[in-house]
Each structure stands twice: as C-alpha cells, then as structure tokens.
C-alpha cells in the first residue's frame, strides 16, 4: 500500500478513472434522456431505442478505455475493479481508490447532467429501475448474468498469458457491455455496474431496490473471476503470491516505480 500511495502514476491512475467515468456516464445517460424516455410513467407509455442506448454505453466505455487504459486501465466499473481485485491483478488499496474514484464521478456526470437536461419532463437521470412484472428476485439474475459476461470478456480479453488475441480490447468490452444492455434494459433498466446506478440513485433521490444494483453486479465479477481463474484457466500463483499483490500491487503490470507518463499500464493481453 505505502509504496503504491507514494507514485504519481498511481494517482494518475485515480484522477484517469475519475475524469472517464464523468464522460462515460455523461454520454451514456444522456443519449438514454429526452422527450421520450422513460419507457413508461403514470400509465403514459413511450418509446425508447434500446440499441441506440445499448451502442451508446458500449461505444463509450470503448472509447474511455482507448483513451485511458493505458493510464489506469480503465476499469469504469466497481464490478471490474473487483473482478481484477480477486484475480489478483491490483491491490485492495488501488480497487477502493479506484471505486472511491467511480462513484464520485458517477456522480458529478449525472449531477451536470441533471442541470443541463432540468427542462425534459419526467426525468429519471437513467434510474435503474425493475419492469413491471419482474419481482427482485429476478432482477437480481439479470443483473447477475450480464455482469458475469461482461467481467469475464474482461478478464479473457486482456489476459497476457493469451497470444491469440489480436483484435481491440477495449471494442470488445464495448461490445460486451451493449450485450449486456440489450439483455436487461427491459428488466431492470441494465445497471452491471453499480457506480453508475448510485449516481442516478443519489440525484434522483431514490434508492427504491438499489441493493439489487450492487449485489448483483457483485456476484457477477466475483462469479466471473473464480469461474476464469479457476475453472476457465486456472492461475499457477500460489495464496502468498496471490496476497503480495493484494497488500503491494502488481509492479510488472502497474509499473508503479517510474514518475513520468512513459511510465505506463498497457491495455494489452497479458
């Protein structure tokens, strides 16, 4: 911890994460919000382009993620931090900096979204919210499921180990989390990825079934990092490796010993 709190790299790393999530959930809700969204309000129904939203959160965690994986590795996401934390990929201290991190700028986004579209009626600010038929039981199965395929396209994608990944990761992730989007827009709103569901809860002021928006995407990083690491393609790093990294970080993926930005965390498979 002592070392990782002492670089300029780590944070680098933090502020990268912060200043990404302010423009992914900015893009992201916003081309959810307008004169037709939501789908339904007071009875009054309305309709919404689920694949515009679904391409626009996908287009823009692509996008962030070539712009500063590099830097932090742009997680943008509390389920990946800790799909990464179990996999032992970073520290315990660098996976509560970098949530700390995702939460603030979910809600700064949303909090300047809520000014600049303050004239839209019925504005949920992209509350997460269930579908009418879909009880919390069954919500949390989707949030789930489409968090463990999102995490677990992360973990493989970017796996070093790999030599036959020669696509783009960061489309890939992109295109996993508008799966997951076309998948649980109709059910609950698509949270997989509880930064971004307590930003819109906390402005709005509505926290109506939020745990749903954590512990479902929760289970899905963690069900996503056992599944891989375990069963998928199980790691040689024995528990004192596996704690090191915990306590210290991963210095060969997070070169945390240099000070300038040639000094780098590469987007790449590992």
Known sequence: MASEFKKKMFWRAVVAEFLAMILFIFISIGSALGFNFPVSVNGTSATQDNVKVSLAFGLSIATMAQSVGHISGAHLN?????????????????????????????????????????????????????????????????????????????????????????????????????LGHLLAIDYTGCGINPARSFGSALIANNFENHWIFWVGPIIGGAGAALIYDFILAPRSSDLTDRVKVWTSGQVEEYDLEGDDMNSRVEMKPK
């Open 78 to 178: 509390p389920a990946v931090t800790l799909g990464l934390l179990l996999s032992c990929q970073i520290s315990i201290f660098k996976a509560l900096m970098y949530i700390l991190a995702q939460c603030l700028g979910a809600v700064v986004a949303t909090a300047i979204l809520s000014g600049v579209t303050s004239s839209l009626p019925y504005n949920s600010l992209g509350l997460n919210a269930l579908a009418k038929g879909i009880n919390a039981g069954q919500g949390l199965g989707i949030e789930i499921i489409a968090t463990l395929q999102l995490v677990l396209c992360v973990l493989a994608t970017t796996d070093r180990r790999r030599n036959d990944v020669t696509g783009s990761a960061p489309l890939a992730i992109g295109l996993s989390v508008a």
